[in-house]
């Protein structure tokens, strides 16, 4: 039996667009309706079948039963209001942000059914012509429950990403959001500030190395500034924490210091190994 | 027709290890014997038949004709003066270390015949038990010649890392240890400090960016310090030029400043997409 009847997905792309197919696959929607502020995203999602329908306007959302914010960020944080007002008081809603304190927060004062997730499946392949259904298959999705969360909407979303083979893990959004900082946005910031600072005449002799560690620099821009804007605490904390660290190699490196660099790389050599 | 007649290989880990598997596949050499300070690498290097004979004294590289020095650099380095006593004149010497100045300029003094190499075909799995007869196939090698090396001996070795599948580049060494310090020991160097910056609890979380930044992080400290140490210089430089770029994405955050963070992450990302 689906669990929606009518699914509206705010954003039909690369994640957007894979809950579409993975929701259809499993007939876990009865209908799902899909909007982006580009056409071309929508007749994709429509052509590949994520989509039954699709509009550039938001009114195609009215009568769902839920919704998926699955826009960048500000722009989910600017809709908010007008999708308020196009659906019913019961309708469950979701994001699937990668930052989750700004959106829960103000997701929470708007909407009597939502819930904050956050599917570990994203890419630097975007696009809805990079969608597909098992996107969420064997990856972990992060929700974000708070104590006024309504508990049969939160189980009703555990019950979809589950069925769409997600392992769901519970976090209070701010230690979400402290978390990804380190695990993602981090990183996300080192491999575009690299691709920058590196001289483009040595780029042909990048060996693979180089190459996983610039391949997340190919991430959308227009994606990775709103996620990098809305953390921008937590980043500024693990970018200080890093370059701490970095420099703690520098200096043993201008000191001869051999022990010291020894030591720094033996540590995160076994944490490395013993922890991923 | 054999190149060589005895191959003698200081240090059989996985590039000394994989470069006698591969003379040997392609019957390059007549004999390859090895070296190493582990009894036990020299006895899988024995099992896997990368070498015919081995010994953890040098002396049983004496009458080689190609000397490849495979061990980290500061061995390499240490061991020279003993080496040379050992062979003949006209012995080709090759090293394949991952810095190239403080090498070739040692060996040009001590050897008639040096030829600096540089195969980019490393891994964080480290040592004999991986390696393979393939790992050159279809990889760049970095060869840094000099002014009076010597012709036949250069002619010779291009003509074995033609042999074993690799693309040969050549470079002065000084530009070889600038390149390299951008395009694979800083991205080392910030491997090792993104896992000590990266809070433990948090590393279940780790998604595949996280992995890929940080799979470099499981390299040996041992061939690392040593690589750090001989380009300190170089290494510095890159770190600081990174540094200041990472402090530009910082500045912009802490400003409020989405212009110019998105000009900085687009400006990565085009670069990235089109160079690599």
Same mark, same amino acid.
């Given at each position: 039996?689906?669990?929606?009847?009518?699914?509206?997905?705010?954003?039909?792309?690369?994640?957007?667009?894979?809950?579409?197919?993975?929701?259809?696959?499993?007939?876990? /929607?009865?209908?799902?309706?899909?909007?982006? #502020?580009?056409?071309?995203?929508?007749? %994709?999602?429509?052509?590949?079948?994520?989509? @039954? @329908?699709?509009?550039? %306007?938001?009114?195609?959302?009215?009568?769902?039963?839920?919704?998926?914010?699955?826009?960048?960020?500000?722009?989910?944080?600017?809709?908010?209001?007008?999708? %308020?007002?196009?659906?019913?008081?019961?309708?469950?809603?979701?994001?699937? /942000?990668? $930052?989750?304190?700004?959106?829960? $927060?103000?997701?929470?004062?708007?909407?009597?059914?939502?819930?904050?997730?956050?599917?570990?499946?994203?890419?630097?392949?975007?696009?809805?012509?990079?969608?597909?259904?098992?996107?969420?298959?064997?990856?972990?999705?992060?929700?974000?429950?708070?104590?006024?969360?309504?508990?049969? /909407?939160?189980?009703?979303? &555990?019950?979809?990403?589950?069925?769409?083979?997600? #392992? &769901?893990?519970?976090?209070?959004?701010?230690?979400?959001?402290?978390?990804?900082?380190?695990?993602?946005?981090?990183?996300?910031?080192?491999?575009?500030?690299?691709?920058?600072?590196?001289? #483009?005449?040595?780029?042909?002799?990048?060996?693979?190395?180089?190459?996983?560690?610039?391949?997340?620099?190919?991430?959308?821009?227009?994606?990775?500034?709103?996620?990098?804007? $809305?953390?921008?605490?937590?980043?500024?904390?693990?970018?200080?924490?890093?370059?701490? !660290?970095?420099?703690?190699? %520098?200096?043993?490196? !201008?000191?001869?210091? $051999?022990?010291?660099?020894?030591?720094?790389?033996?540590?995160?050599?076994?944490?490395?190994?013993?922890?991923?």
């Amino acid at each position: 039996m689906a669990l929606f009847t009518k699914v509206g997905i705010v954003g039909v792309g690369l994640v957007g667009g894979s809950l579409g197919l993975a929701l259809k696959k499993k007939r876990l /929607a009865s209908t799902v309706v899909g909007t982006s #502020r580009h056409a071309g995203s929508i007749a %994709r999602a429509r052509a590949i079948k994520a989509v @039954d @329908d699709g509009s550039r %306007r938001l009114d195609i959302l009215a009568g769902s039963d839920l919704i998926v914010l699955a826009a960048p960020v500000q722009t989910v944080l600017d809709q908010m209001g007008r999708i %308020r007002r196009l659906i019913d008081d019961d309708c469950i809603v979701i994001d699937v /942000a990668s $930052t989750k304190e700004a959106v829960v $927060t103000k997701a929470n004062k708007l909407f009597a059914r939502f819930v904050g997730c956050h599917p570990l499946a994203g890419s630097h392949q975007t696009g809805v012509a990079n969608a597909r259904a098992d996107l969420f298959f064997h990856a972990d999705c992060i929700i974000t429950p708070v104590r006024s969360t309504d508990k049969a /909407a939160l189980a009703a979303v &555990v019950k979809m990403w589950n069925c769409i083979g997600s #392992r &769901v893990k519970k976090m209070d959004p701010a230690a979400h959001d402290r978390a990804l900082a380190y695990m993602s946005h981090l990183p996300h910031a080192m491999a575009f500030a690299l691709m920058s600072a590196a001289p #483009r005449k040595y780029l042909t002799l990048a060996p693979q190395s180089f190459r996983d560690m610039t391949r997340i620099a190919s991430s959308s821009p227009e994606l990775w500034d709103d996620i990098f804007i $809305t953390n921008k605490h937590n980043l500024c904390a693990s970018i200080d924490e890093f370059t701490s !660290q970095l420099g703690r190699i %520098r200096l043993a490196l !201008q000191r001869n210091d $051999t022990r010291s660099l020894f030591r720094a790389l033996t540590a995160a050599q076994h944490k490395r190994q013993r922890s991923l």
